[in-house]
């Protein structure tokens, strides 16, 4: 598979990986007008969408992050971008939160672009994709700033993935089990949370980091 296809004049070919077959298609519906593009397959599953990736024939894949109960997109653009050769993965999600966005870029993403784009804004980030660079949406790339600019008050991608589960209503218990963590790892993260965000208790924090969009709603 080549990356950086699409510059020595052929179509960029486009793998569409989102669960809801609307989407898929108001995505092919756009995508298919657009000069030097091809939609070359879709997946409704992230297994899927790395099934067909290793089969080949493709230079981006449109990535998105929540597949139900399968895999998450995260987890596929890692398995996806861990090959040499493989294509570029570009997510495209209704997720905005710090980490969502951290998750994708860890796992090798190209870009993250939020689904309420503008077709003109979705066409330039395929492109730049397909080229090897990176093409983050506007708040991406904010939020992502406002984080280098205070690293200390910033909460690490561990410590995300556990508040994002204690608002997810998991004990501890279940948290150590789900991370793999010893139940004192996931108090001390907690203890480190509460500090960084100002708050003293489970309940305080979800509310604080969900306000600042660092998890999920």
């Not at 997946?43 to 899927?48: D, L, N, P």
């Not at 596929?76 to 980490?99: C, Q």
């Not at 994709?129 to 991608?157: C, F, I, K, N, Y």
């Amino acid at each position: 598979m080549t990356r950086g296809a699409g510059e020595d004049g052929g179509a960029i070919r486009l793998l569409l990986a989102d669960d809801h077959p609307v989407v898929r298609a108001g995505l092919r519906a756009v995508l298919d007008t657009e000069p030097g593009f091809r939609v070359a397959g879709e997946a409704a599953t992230a297994e899927e969408a790395v099934a067909l990736v290793a089969a080949g024939g493709f230079d981006v894949v449109l990535m998105d992050l929540q597949f139900g109960a399968g895999m998450h997109g995260a987890e596929a653009t890692a398995m996806i971008t861990a090959a040499p050769d493989g294509p570029r993965v570009l997510i495209l999600t209704t997720y905005d939160s710090d980490a969502d966005i951290l998750a994708a870029v860890e796992a090798g993403a190209s870009g993250y672009l939020l689904k309420d784009a503008p077709p003109q804004e979705l066409a330039a980030a395929v492109r730049t994709a397909a080229t090897g660079r990176s093409a983050l949406a506007p708040s991406v790339a904010h939020r992502l700033m406002d984080r280098m600019r205070t690293p200390a008050e910033a909460l690490t991608r561990r410590e995300l993935e556990v508040l994002q589960l204690v608002g997810e209503g998991l004990s501890n218990l279940q948290i150590s089990k789900r991370l793999f963590l010893s139940q004192a790892t996931v108090k001390s993260h907690l203890v480190h949370i509460y500090a960084k965000l100002g708050v003293d208790s489970r309940t305080s924090a979800v509310a604080a980091a969900t306000a600042r969009r660092l998890i999920r709603r």
